[in-house]
């Protein structure tokens, strides 16, 4: 099925570094949310985008809707150990109510 | 508030036999979806429903895989008969139908392993 292009693929930063992700589409979205799973669990909601250019935080997080609606990023700032996870980007288009779509996930690794 | 349930978490079964797995839903959701997950292909949707009726299965692999919700509390996917290769990560998530619909919730998962 159709996937977004989520990138990068993994990282491999120090504590106390930020890091960015994001992923893009080749479709118009209406919706972006960004999840973190961890080993052995489901994917956690961390922050829901509605509309172009929106920008939310929460807490360390910090996310963005691209104006073009075609793409999202994802901040996360001051990293700390248990920021290590997989995170997935997820987009809903215009034709889609309740299919999301999915990235293959960025896998983050912190030294501490 | 609970989260969603899924049991069970690890299933270990071989080639040919029946597989069920269940979700329980959040309470006051009316969206229902299972998910299977693989290193290969990431989160793949099969199945949704809303209000218990399905609404859309074109991610279901192929007829040994059905899935069921007979209330608003409760779901089943089931897998007859298992092949190895369904080997995966199931996933049951639920969401509300007014309000924040796309913010899905997911469970725990059940980790399948088809010998």
Redesign the interface.
């Known amino acids: 099925g159709q996937q977004l292009n989520q990138s990068p693929q993994s990282m491999f930063i120090q504590e106390g570094e930020d890091v960015s992700m994001n992923c893009t589409s080749s479709s118009i979205f209406n919706t972006w949310l960004w999840y973190k799973q961890d080993p052995g669990e489901g994917p956690v909601l961390l922050i829901a985008l509605y509309k172009a250019g929106e920008l939310t935080s929460n807490g360390r997080l910090t996310a963005q809707f691209g104006i073009t609606r075609k793409d999202s990023f994802l901040n996360i700032s001051a990293s700390i150990p248990s920021d290590v996870g997989i995170y997935f980007c997820a987009g809903l288009d215009a034709g889609n109510n309740r299919k999301l779509i999915w990235g293959l996930g960025t896998s983050l690794a912190v030294n501490p | 508030d609970a989260g969603?349930i899924q049991s069970p978490r690890h299933e270990v079964t071989e080639m040919g036999q029946e597989v069920t797995l269940r979700c329980k839903p959040i309470s006051g959701h009316d969206?229902l979806?299972w998910y299977r997950q693989t290193m290969m292909r990431?989160?793949?949707?099969l199945i949704?429903f809303?209000n218990n009726v399905p609404?859309?299965d074109s991610?279901m692999p192929e007829d040994r895989f059905s899935a069921k919700m007979p209330n608003a509390s409760f779901s089943t996917l089931k897998i007859q008969p298992s092949e190895p290769r369904d080997s995966a990560v199931y996933?049951c998530?639920s969401?509300l139908g007014q309000g924040?619909?796309?913010?899905?919730?997911?469970?725990?998962?059940t980790r399948l392993t088809v010998l």
């Open positions: 969603v969206y979806f990431g989160l793949e949707l949704y809303n609404i859309d991610g996933f998530a969401s924040a619909p796309n913010e899905q919730f997911f469970g725990p998962g």
